[in-house]
């Protein structure tokens, strides 16, 4: 369960917390909440409560106040975890009540993903959140941002920016899945002809498996010299009747394509990405509440780029 708190009370969500414990939870968290319909599948809202004094319902003095100890016990079923976004809370909440809770930075990408996304998910919430809490970037988009050489400070994170990020992090995300499915040929293609693809792209290794499944065969996605030495390219050629029945052929070129694909929609998304960053940093300069629109709502007051 996830405790969140909101500018005017708590909501409780229950939260697929096994994305958590999965390999580069950092990175991708963040990716299930870049908009709303992405966080369908890994949150679900289960109660919301106003309060108007939030410092005395979670307190170190007084620990948990009873309209908030009711919410928490009513929710928080015995072996499961509480996430909450501050240390204090924690301590307070297990002092309190004996709720163990947990509170780490895995948990704070939930936590910004909340925020992004507050007004669709507590649409009771009329009131924005503070220029502290706006203020906190996403780990996850971060390194995505820097592996694609963007640098934008926190506070001029448009949601146009996020929008173009999750555009990237699903391109990403699949060409790892086709990277999985092209080791096969990988193997097949150093075993026939002596050719170790292990450093190679996806995109690199998917055009050597098209030019031998299809030789002959028009290549649109990069010079082929330009990606292979003469003596591989020479192997490709005189191989080639050595893969006839080894390679699911259409297999090979579905993935090529798709690939390809991927890259020109990178391309596209990149350079909208730039000029989104360059942009906003005008916006921000002028009026920084049009930037960013905490929590998605409303969409009048929303930042977007100019095509």
């Known amino acids: 369960m996830v405790l969140f708190e909101t500018p005017s009370g708590f909501a409780i969500f229950s939260f697929d917390g096994v994305r958590l414990l999965l390999p580069d939870a950092m990175e991708n968290i963040w990716a299930n909440f870049g908009r709303k319909y ?19 319902d979670i307190n170190p003095v007084t620990g948990v106040s009873k309209e908030l100890s009711a919410m928490l016990m009513k929710w928080c079923c015995p072996g499961y975890k509480l996430a ?6 924690k301590t307070i909440i297990e002092a309190s009540l004996g709720i163990p809770c947990l509170c780490d930075d895995a948990m704070m990408e939930v936590m ?25 970037m996403s780990q996850g988009l971060q390194m995505l941002l820097n592996r694609y050489g963007v640098d934008v400070k926190p ?15 699903d391109c990403d995300g699949n060409e790892k899945v086709h990277s999985i499915s092209l080791h096969d040929g ?9 050719i170790d693809p292990r450093d190679w792209s996806p995109m690199k290794l998917a055009t050597a498996l098209k030019m031998v499944c299809y030789p002959g065969e028009e290549i649109v996605g990069g010079d082929p010299k330009e990606m292979f030495s003469d003596d591989v390219l020479l192997k490709f050629e005189e191989d080639a009747h050595k893969y006839e029945g ?12 798709e690939l390809l694909s991927y890259n020109e929609v990178r391309t596209v998304k990149v350079e909208q990405l730039r000029s989104s960053v360059k942009e906003a940093e005008k916006v921000y300069q002028t009026d920084k509440d049009a930037l960013r629109s905490w929590g998605l709502d409303p ?4 930042f977007k780029s100019k095509k």
């Open 84 to 89: 909450v976004a501050k240390n204090e809370y």
């Open 186 to 194: 990988g193997n097949i293609l150093k075993d026939v002809s002596g």
């Open 155 to 169: 506070e001029m994170v448009s949601d146009r920016i996020i929008g173009l990020a999750c555009v990237l992090y």
């Open 246 to 257: 080894k390679m699911y052929n259409a297999i090979c070129l579905k993935i090529y394509n």
């Open 299 to 302: 969409p009048s007051k929303r």
């Open 112 to 136: 910004w993903g909340l925020k992004n996304i507050m007004h669709s998910l507590v649409p009771e919430e009329k009131s924005e959140l503070s220029k502290e809490e706006r203020l906190q």
């Open 38 to 56: 992405r966080a369908k599948c890994v949150v679900w809202r289960k109660e919301f409560q106003f309060f108007e004094d939030k410092s005395a």
